[in-house]
């Protein structure tokens, strides 16, 4: 590697081995990440707040010595919706502006106890609502392969920012997708970890039963990297799980000889863009060249995954959105003439219109005399969403899927419909709602060069499984070599 | 016309856990406005609930002492509603699987037992507390989070004083297990009271009020007694009764209604997603039932066979769980358990309420009231000493029988001390000696309180009244 190579370019497992040798310091990593940002942020838009004398500050005040933890100087970005202590964590929402949080999330504490360098927040649909990072008060981010399209969502800004080497790595969050979807667009790796496996405290809450925090990396072996580091049981988040973390980045090494892996027909439907169909088909090749077994199984639910999505996660939203009201922090309206007048005119002028749409859906949902039809129902669906994949994973050991039917599609093109818009992730949903872990690797590209992602799906606190297919993938194809040229 | 009053009552009670229930802020009352809280109780952005066993082990300890049984899968609900009190605009409460179900509490109402059913006990957050001042509202958030306990009967009472009742048996249940300070006052028990009325004849129940703001125990019963009274005046009349919340105006002694129109609320509850279900495990309910002292009914019963109380003694020694340890302690040192009881239920609960003390900061140990009990029955002190010595004990805190030697409070049953005082009482009332001899027998009682008088309480009752009528006698 020459000393000329910008190190924004580079993984963390590149720059740590750099860092390990001596040869560049944190500073310099930084310098290089600034310099990509002031020249392409403006046309990308994938930051919601960023600070470059901060970031430099803190790169400064690293401490130096034997105890340098595993990230020790290796900058990273994180999704306006995870909550760093004393910094602007907005959702991407007008209703949060100015909202400082007193203290830092889980995954935030993890990260900075090993040494990572935090260098701002990355821009997001508003409360992680969307698939195309459209809906935020800050503006649309744009796609680094085409900056007249859409990243993806809700981490559009993450995974923009990581694709054109604003950052080296980032955290995002997945609900519905959101984590998948965008790396499948940008041409990354995106985790989403089992439901549990990664603490939530401190992760500002879109659907409680479905949030998870993942890494959205370069690389695979960074996303092992990032998901140890993030991972383990949480005091403070009784949802999290007290299952040993594995040693993700040694066990990805293994070979996938003998592996089963489920193709459900469910996932190569009508819609689905016969590009985005042919690059699985060869990805499906690549594995079993690798030695793996792939058979056709299916999963008889899937059809349910986006309605029941769209029923529990909302009327979760309604609730956990009640409390942007004005009174303690955040937006307060002004020239309010009561407290109910407060409510209204606060709420009115800070959610955006697609937040409104889900508060106003979530609440229907949970109406009395609704209850039983939609939100009762839906939880029903979803027990069974979860056993049609209890039932596959008896046989298989993973599941490899489209990320997404199609690849990146145009700023405004679906952001009118809501329900073309919430199609966008009809293959990542079901993850969420069955809490196992998924991710998106990149598999190929359109004739237009918009990258397409493969979808891993695995067992419960298997990423371990996921992680080696996709690594075995990965050093066997150069997809995740290509770079947007900006 | 003849009414049947059917009453129901829904008792919230804040449990004297350390900490509160969703996080690790003190539950301390009267600190200093937003002194204990945190990001949690807040409900700040991404901030998560953690369960307080403690809290739902309390909880438990009531739902079994209340004879209830228990849900084997604990899972919370949210209640969503806008209030300023409420950080997060939904409180964590219990909807369809409360903590407990189907209990029963007994009352005495006059000489027979009445079961109240008790519908469900359920385990919810507090909420804040709001100060209105003129044109701004003040919140404090202090409360916010201490675990409640909600314990709602079946519309069992009949009665305000049933109601009274209710409470008054509910409290001592509740202070012998150790779970709440029950203090109206502080606001760690609070009491909502349904009533409606119906015609004797009458299967239906009639339109319900629900009445709120009451601060006492005697404030629910006044409460419900002007409630009856207005919604009978109202009947007789031919009127209808509103379904409406009043609140109970203590100065005035009057229910005012709280909205000119009920909200209907629609609460949306839902399961909650931040606290994973989980089911009870049979050895820590079994170490719940193992902490679970006698309780005041079964140990009445006891008093009653083993001490041979009545049972209205034994009702009013076992009402307070300190007073009936007090009791079978002094019993367990002295024979006669009737004249403990009635030293408790007389002199000494009298000291008790002038002075406002509870027995557990009564400065008298078991042993000095047994050992009192010992010389009034061997003769050493009068009865009426006896009353005096009492209250110095409990005053300087000394054993009595020290306090007898010091100041000389032996009885006398000498003859010869005796002799010259009833000699002297005799002469000195020659209008009571008069009338004995003239067969007025109650001349007697006047001339050895004379006796009494002249030897300062000290002479032996028994001998002065022998002595004066074998004086007498020959005169008669």
């Given amino acids: 590697m020459t000393m000329n190579m910008k190190l924004n370019t580079l993984t963390a497992h590149e720059l740590i081995d750099l860092l390990s040798k001596g040869d560049i310091s944190p500073i310099d990593i930084c310098n290089d990440i600034i310099n990509r940002i002031e020249k392409q942020e403006k046309s990308l838009n994938a930051l919601a707040h960023f600070d470059k004398e901060k970031a430099l500050e803190r790169c400064k005040n690293l401490k130096e010595g034997v105890n340098k933890g595993k990230l020790w100087g290796i900058p990273i970005f994180i999704k306006d919706n995870i909550s760093v202590k004393d910094e602007l964590t907005t959702c991407s929402s007008k209703i949060l502006k100015g909202f400082k949080p007193p203290y830092n999330a889980t995954a935030i504490e993890k990260l900075m106890d090993i040494g990572a360098v935090l260098m701002g927040k990355t821009n997001m649909d508003e409360f992680a609502f969307g698939s195309s990072t459209e809906t935020s008060c800050y503006g649309p981010t744009r796609n680094p392969w085409d900056l007249e399209r859409i990243p993806g969502g809700s981490s559009g800004g993450s995974a923009a920012a990581v694709s054109a080497d604003e950052a080296i790595f980032a955290l995002g969050s997945d609900t519905g997708g959101s984590i998948r979807q965008p790396a499948s667009l940008c041409g990354v790796v995106g985790l989403k970890p089992t439901y549990g496996r990664v603490s939530r405290y401190g992760l500002i809450a879109f659907a409680s039963s479905l949030d998870q925090i993942g890494p959205i990396t370069k690389d695979v072996e960074d996303a092992a990297i990032l998901l140890k580091a993030i991972s383990g049981h949480d005091e403070m988040d009784s949802t999290s799980a007290d299952i040993p973390v594995s040693d993700y980045s040694s066990n990805i090494k293994k070979g996938i000889k003998g592996l089963k892996i489920g193709i459900p027909k469910e996932y190569f439907i009508e819609g689905v863009d016969k590009e985005v169909k042919d690059s699985i088909k060869l990805a499906i090749g690549e594995l079993e060249k690798l030695g793996a077994v792939c058979e056709d199984t299916c999963l008889p639910h899937t059809e349910y995954a986006v309605s029941v999505y769209y029923l529990v996660a909302t009327a979760e939203a309604s609730s956990n959105l009640a409390r942007f009201d004005g009174v303690q922090y955040g937006l307060r309206a002004e020239n309010i003439t009561s407290m109910m007048d407060m409510y209204k005119k606060t709420r009115k002028e800070g959610f955006g219109d697609e937040a409104k749409r889900r508060i106003i859906l979530g609440t229907f949902a949970l109406s009395s005399g609704y209850y039983d039809a939609y939100y009762s129902k839906a939880l029903k669906v979803r027990t069974l969403i979860k056993m049609d994949f209890d039932k596959a994973f008896e046989k298989f050991d993973a599941i490899v899927t489209p990320t997404s039917p199609t690849a990146s599609f145009k700023i405004g093109e679906k952001i009118s419909d809501p329900l073309t818009m919430y199609l966008s992730d009809i293959f990542t949903i079901s993850a969420n709602l069955a809490g196992i872990p998924g991710m998106s690797i990149p598999c190929g590209f359109t004739k237009a060069n918009l990258p397409i992602g493969l979808q891993i799906l695995g067992k419960p606190f298997d990423e371990d499984t996921i992680l080696r297919i996709a690594y075995n993938y990965e050093q066997s194809t150069e997809w995740h070599k290509k770079k947007p040229k900006l | ?476």
């Fill in chain 2, 1 to 476: 016309m003849d009414y049947e009053i059917v009453i129901g009552l829904e008792v919230h009670l804040q449990l004297n856990t350390k900490s509160k229930v969703f996080c690790g802020c003190s539950t301390n009352f009267g600190s200093a406005p937003n002194t204990q809280v945190c990001p949690v109780c807040l409900g700040f952005p991404g901030s998560l609930p953690v369960l307080n066993r403690r809290a739902l082990e309390l909880g438990a300890k009531v739902s079994i002492a209340l004879n209830c049984q228990i849900a084997e899968k604990i899972r919370f609900d949210r209640k969503n509603y806008f209030y300023p009190d409420l950080p997060k605009d939904y409180q964590i409460s219990q909807f369809d699987q409360p903590l407990a179900q189907h209990g029963i509490l007994t009352i005495i109402t006059g000489e027979a037992e009445k079961n109240i059913r008790i519908r469900r006990v359920h385990l919810e957050e507090d909420t804040g507390k709001l100060f209105h001042q003129k044109d701004s509202s003040l919140i404090d958030f202090n409360r916010c989070g201490i675990p409640l306990l909600e314990i709602v009967s079946e519309p069992d009472m009949n009665s305000p004083e049933e109601a009274y009742l209710y409470l008054t048996a509910l409290k001592s249940i509740l202070e012998y297990i150790d779970v709440s300070d029950c203090n109206m006052e502080e606001g760690s028990l609070r009491c909502d009271a349904n009533i409606s009325l119906r015609k004797k004849a009458d299967k239906e129940l009639g339109t319900k009020t629900e009445i709120k703001n009451m601060n006492s125990f005697k404030g629910v019963k006044a409460a419900l007694e002007y409630e009856t009274k207005r919604q009978m005046d109202l009947l007789e009349d031919g009127k209808r009764i509103a379904q409406e919340t009043r609140l109970y105006n203590t100065e005035k002694g009057v229910t005012e209604p709280m909205r000119s129109k009920e909200e209907a609320h629609d609460y949306r509850y839902f399961p909650e997603p931040d606290l994973a279900p989980f089911n009870f495990e049979k050895s820590f309910l079994k170490a719940i039932e193992r902490d679970i002292p006698e309780l005041p009914e079964p140990k009445k019963n006891r008093f009653i066979k083993d001490y041979l109380l009545s049972g209205y003694d034994a009702g009013i020694i076992v009402s307070d769980k300190n007073t009936a340890d007090y009791f079978e302690k002094c019993a367990s040192l002295y024979s006669n358990p009737k004249t403990i009881a009635n030293w408790l239920i007389g002199d000494i609960s009298a000291y008790m309420k002038d002075n406002n003390v509870s027995i557990k900061d009564l400065n008298l140990k078991e042993s000095y009231l047994s050992g009192m009990l010992k010389m009034i029955d061997n003769g050493v002190i009068t009865g009426k000493i006896a009353k005096t010595l009492l209250i110095e004990a409990i005053q300087t805190g000394k054993d009595p029988e020290k306090l007898v030697k010091e100041n000389g409070l032996e009885q006398i049953s000498d003859v010869k001390l005796l002799e010259a005082a009833t000699s002297q009482v005799i002469a000195e009332n020659p209008k009571s000696t008069e009338d004995f001899k003239n067969g007025k027998d109650n001349a007697i009682m006047f001339l050895m309180g004379k006796v009494m008088q002249k030897t300062k309480g000290r002479a032996n009752p028994n001998k002065v009244n022998e002595m004066l009528r074998e004086k007498l006698k020959g005169a008669r």
